[in-house]
């Protein structure tokens, strides 16, 4: 750009000095750039910026496309936004959980205890843990015991966030850190013990 100088400008106030912005023509074609006369702008001035552009993008295109074959596995989309081949890899993982009536077939007191009394609904492997491979054979080990103290607490402890009709107890002040299987039978909690029903036992 040129420098509007003011040579160019007319119309000076003559009591302030100060000029106004007013151009004449001479001025108006510097401040453009014009060099004078030249041919009138050609549309495709620019053609080769816009073609190096498009060349550019036609480029990412290409690589987006060779990376996406290249990363999408095998079987994807065939049921939808979902890797068709995970069905199979899920099938193939061993099953870890037995079952209570497997457990039932074996250990029918803990069952029946269970049945009589308020864990009626719960599994036995909520409580022991997966155990399928010793369902399947019982001599390749015995499950360790549960820790009582710290199963019964992860769902009686109380907490304002359980529904107040779910039994539950602070721990600290209902028990003072005695074992909770020293009072309540896991397999049926009412109080068997507490009334003297397991005296002798353990
Ligand atoms: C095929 C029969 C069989 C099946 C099925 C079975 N068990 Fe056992 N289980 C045994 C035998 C045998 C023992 C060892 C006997 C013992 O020491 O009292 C045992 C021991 C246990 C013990 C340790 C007992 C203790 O006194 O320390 C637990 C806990 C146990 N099983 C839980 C389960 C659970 C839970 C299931 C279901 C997933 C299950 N069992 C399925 C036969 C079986
Ligand atoms: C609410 C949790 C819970 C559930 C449900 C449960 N158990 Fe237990 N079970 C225990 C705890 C805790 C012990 C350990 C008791 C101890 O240390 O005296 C135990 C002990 C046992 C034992 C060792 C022998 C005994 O009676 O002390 C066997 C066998 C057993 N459970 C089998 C089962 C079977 C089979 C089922 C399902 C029918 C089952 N349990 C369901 C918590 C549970
Ligand atoms: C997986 C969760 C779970 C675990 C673990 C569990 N309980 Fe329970 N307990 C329950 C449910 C569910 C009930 C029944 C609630 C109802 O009837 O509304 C219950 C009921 C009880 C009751 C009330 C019994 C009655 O007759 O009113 C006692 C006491 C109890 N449990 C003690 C224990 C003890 C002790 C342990 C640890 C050995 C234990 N619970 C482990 C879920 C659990
Ligand atoms: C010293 C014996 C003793 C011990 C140890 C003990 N309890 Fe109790 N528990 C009782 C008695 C007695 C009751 C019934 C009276 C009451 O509600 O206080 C009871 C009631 C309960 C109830 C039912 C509460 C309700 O509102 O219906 C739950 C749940 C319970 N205990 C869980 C536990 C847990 C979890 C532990 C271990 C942290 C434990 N108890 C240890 C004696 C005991």
């Known amino acids: 750009m040129f420098p509007v100088t003011s040579e160019h400008r007319r119309g000076n106030n003559p009591l302030?000095?100060?000029?106004?912005?007013?151009?004449?023509?001479?001025?108006?074609?510097?401040?453009?750039?014009?060099k004078g006369g030249s041919v009138p702008d050609s549309?495709?001035?620019?053609g080769a910026h816009l073609i190096l552009l498009l060349a550019a993008l036609l480029a990412g295109i290409a690589i987006f496309l060779v990376v996406r074959q290249a990363v999408i596995p095998e079987g994807f989309g065939l049921y939808g936004h979902y890797r068709a081949g995970a069905l199979k890899d899920n099938r193939m993982k061993p099953v870890s959980f037995a079952g209570r009536e497997v457990c039932a077939g074996c250990h029918?007191?803990?069952?029946?205890a269970l049945?009589?009394?308020?864990?009626?609904?719960?599994?036995?492997?909520?409580?022991?843990?997966p155990q399928s491979a010793h369902a399947a054979d019982p001599a390749s080990g015995v499950p360790a015991?549960?820790?009582a103290q710290g199963l019964c607490r992860r769902c009686h402890e109380s907490d304002a966030a359980k529904p107040?009709?779910?039994?539950?107890?602070?721990?600290?002040?209902?028990?003072?850190?005695?074992?909770?299987?020293?009072?309540?039978?896991?397999?049926?909690?009412?109080?068997?013990?507490?009334?003297?029903?397991?005296?002798?036992?353990?």
């Open 164 to 202: 107040a009709h779910f039994p539950q107890v602070a721990s600290v002040s209902h028990s003072g850190g005695a074992a909770c299987n020293s009072c309540h039978e896991p397999h049926k909690p009412g109080f068997a013990k507490i009334a003297g029903e397991r005296s002798g036992k353990k």
């Open 108 to 112: 029918f007191d803990p069952d029946e």
């Open 16 to 34: 302030t000095g100060q000029a106004s912005n007013e151009c004449d023509p001479a001025c108006a074609k510097q401040a453009r750039g014009d």
């Open 145 to 147: 015991k549960p820790n």
């Open 43 to 46: 549309p495709l001035r620019n």
């Open 115 to 129: 049945r009589a009394g308020k864990h009626g609904k719960i599994s036995c492997e909520t409580c022991h843990g």
